[in-house]
């Protein structure tokens, strides 16, 4: 059976950083794209970031410049390394994996994690 498991969330103060990790049990875990997407309370998912099969990355305006994705094969692991965070990134955040094409698409992805909370606070 398919896991993937979050862990990183928390609690920080406006300006601070924090850093997600996802634990993939997919077999042949190179062969999938890994994405990040986050909800906030009463609001829809919301595409944050993906890493491709071969590591080319792609960003949601909202986090370009601040976040960064990166994903490490020989662990099955995919790491979200979020600076100079704001209150408006406060959601839980989600990875998610895909052979899909369509990377920045939410209903394209096959598996999800339970997600992870993270609280800015002003």
């Known amino acids: 059976q398919v896991q993937l498991v979050e862990s990183g969330g928390g609690l920080v103060q406006t300006g601070g950083s924090l850093r997600l990790s996802c634990a993939a049990s997919?077999?042949?875990?190179?062969?999938?794209?890994l994405g990040w997407f986050r909800q906030a309370p009463g609001k829809s998912r919301e595409f944050v970031a993906v890493?491709?099969?071969?590591?080319?990355?792609f960003y949601g305006d909202s986090v370009k410049g601040r976040f960064t994705i990166s994903r490490d094969n020989a662990k099955n692991t995919v790491y979200l390394q979020m600076n100079s965070l704001k209150p408006e990134d406060t959601a839980s955040y989600y990875c998610?994996?895909?052979?899909?094409?369509?990377?920045?698409?939410?209903?394209?992805?096959?598996?999800w994690g339970q997600g992870t909370r993270v609280t800015v606070s002003s």
């Open positions: 998610a994996a895909t052979r899909n094409t369509r990377i920045t698409t939410a209903s394209m992805y096959n598996y």
């Open positions: 997919l077999r042949s875990f190179s062969m999938y794209a």
């Open positions: 890493i491709t099969q071969s590591a080319s990355t």
